[in-house]
């Protein structure tokens, strides 16, 4: 192994010798891989399209030993270290443009605890690896809607899905976390075992350390669920999304309606002229028995005139999968994305106009659902503040050629702006991109200063920076 270059912590660059490098490798029971090694340039590929960093080495951590070993290799060098799970996030904070990647691919495993109704799940695996393995046992936990997420980035963000309104968030099922903190310690974080740390974990992003294993409470669904599409046409999304706001004020909290604006892609139950042409979409998931999920969603049905329908009994696992065609690895994407509590009629007017101005045919709004369980919980028991969103929006720029970046962000900037002031300020930190830095403390609100004075007790160095970062204590005063 040859010398090699990295970026440190203060982006100056730095040289590590031949035998820091091979001591190194010998650490990571995964080894390692530099530029000119075979599989690099697979391994520092993310999700989004517009990401091309190159680490100047990728750490492939199989145990909590290598992770511990990683952590305090770009400490002692002051390494740009980043954390690499699902690699889903649109920012692209799973890889250190010349610094450290720590890649948990391969601690992916996700065991079931049936008597106990837990998981314990692996830092790697992905939200797909999840479900499968608990749904073989009728059991699941609140998760996000794209099987190709990974578990880590969604549940360190709070983490919302389809069973978000009966089960509340991702968080509010985290039992446990096995963390790598800064100093290199392996500690157990939990209600009982390090608090706060507990308490940072529960929304505060990848600030406190590097998570090895996750333990979740499972809860009884499906395997089959009443769920699927509703689509109507352009021309109703006033009547249609009026109608959906007002239905979701007394909807149960077992059925989670959701609406997507974009334009329609050629669905098999959508007639062919409607394929391309703007629509409204309200895909829908019942979390309890199947008949009286299709009682609740009824009126649904009859917000206007749908020009197609795939609504019945589906395998709650497959309906997890169901978006991954439109959201596939590789293309480019940005987001935008506000928290409301409540959805005036001049809000909803303005995302009807957006849609009017898409830029691409994958482009999309979308209006997460949410409520119920998730209100219910104090917003300070956890680090993630916005109890109150009743809808979390995100306006969704995907497109597949550099030219149209700027095209495409304008758009997705423009909605933003245009919606922000119907919104409470908040944001939901695993959609925030990384041009949004100030956007972190309005996202964390009253919790921001705890948050502040935990990232300077538990990484005062802010080793842990590739993220939606919250400045130590100390810093920020400075």
Same mark, same amino acid.
């Given at each position: ?6 970026? =440190? ?24 891989l ?9 391994a520092?590929?993310?999700?989004? +399209? ?12 199989? $145990? ?8 305090? *290799? ?5 390494? !740009? ?17 010349g ?14 605890? $049936? ?27 609140? !998760?996000?809607?794209?099987? $190709?997420?990974?578990?880590? +980035?969604l549940?360190?963000?709070?983490? &919302?899905?389809w ?14 976390? =096995?963390?790598? =903190?800064?100093?290199?310690? #392996? ?22 350390g ?7 409470q ?38 989670? #309606?959701?609406?997507?604006l ?26 309890? %028995?199947?008949?009286a ?9 009859? &917000? /206007?005139?749908?020009i197609?329908?795939?609504? +019945? ?58 409520? +119920?369980?998730? /209100? ?16 979390? @929006?995100? #306006? ?7 030219? %149209?970046?700027?095209?495409v ?6 909605? &933003? ?9 908040? /944001?939901?930190?695993? *959609? !925030? $991109? ?29 080793? &842990?920076? @590739? ?12």
């Open positions: 192994m040859e010398s090699l270059n990295y970026v =440190t912590l203060d982006k100056d660059v730095r040289q590590l010798s031949p035998s820091d490098v091979d001591a190194f490798a010998r650490q990571i029971s995964g080894g390692t530099a530029a000119a090694d075979d599989g690099y340039d697979e520092r590929k993310v999700w989004n +399209g517009t990401v091309d960093r190159r680490p100047a080495l990728i750490a492939r951590c199989l $145990t909590d030993g290598d992770v511990q070993a990683a952590v305090r *290799f770009a400490a002692r060098h002051r390494m !740009l270290l980043s954390i690499r799970g699902g690699g889903h996030h649109i920012a692209g904070n799973a890889v250190a443009e610094g450290l990647t720590l890649d948990m691919s391969g601690m992916r495993a996700v065991s079931i605890d $049936t008597a106990k109704r837990t998981a314990r799940v692996g830092p790697g695996a992905l939200l797909g690896d999840f479900d499968r393995e608990a749904q073989a046992h009728g059991l699941a936990t609140p !998760l996000g809607i794209n099987s $190709t997420t990974g578990v880590a +980035g549940t360190l963000g709070a983490g &919302f899905g069973l978000t309104r009966s089960l509340g968030m991702t968080i509010d099922n985290l039992l446990s976390a =096995t963390v790598v =903190t800064a100093d290199g310690t #392996v500690r157990t974080a939990s209600a009982l075992s390090e608090p706060d740390l507990f308490w940072a974990l529960r929304g505060g992003g990848g600030n406190f590097v998570v090895t294993s996750f333990e979740f499972l809860h009884p669904v499906g395997p089959e669920v009443y769920s699927g599409l509703v689509v109507y046409p352009f021309a109703q999304a006033r009547q249609v999304l009026r109608a959906w706001r007002d239905f979701n004020a007394s909807a149960p909290d077992e059925l989670s #309606v959701w609406t997507v974009r334009k329609a892609p050629p669905l098999p139950f959508l007639p062919e002229s409607a394929h391309g042409t703007e629509v409204v979409v309200f895909p829908l998931v019942y979390s309890g %028995d199947v008949e999920g299709q009682r609740a969603a009824a009126p649904v049905l009859k &917000f /206007g005139d749908p197609g329908t795939a609504l +019945g009994p589906t395998p709650y696992a497959g309906f997890q999968t169901a978006f991954d065609p439109l959201l596939t690895a590789g293309s480019r994407n940005y987001w935008k994305t506000n928290n409301f509590s409540t959805l005036s009629d001049a809000a909803l007017d303005l995302l009807i106009a957006s849609i009017g101005r898409l830029p691409g045919p994958e482009c999309e709004i979308f209006m997460a659902q949410l409520g +119920g369980a998730m /209100g219910r919980v104090d917003p300070a028991a956890t680090a993630f503040v916005g109890r109150d969103a009743n809808y979390i @929006m995100n #306006v969704h720029g995907r497109w597949s050629d550099a030219r %149209d970046d700027e095209r962000r304008a758009w997705a900037r423009q909605v &933003f702006q245009d919606a922000a002031p119907h919104a409470t300020g908040s /944001g939901y930190v695993n *959609f !925030l $991109t990384e041009d949004e830095g100030e956007r972190v403390a309005a996202s964390y609100g009253a919790n921001y200063p705890r948050l502040q004075a935990l990232k300077q007790r538990f990484d005062p160095g802010n080793l &842990f920076r @590739m993220n939606l970062n919250i400045a130590p204590a100390a810093a920020a005063k400075a």
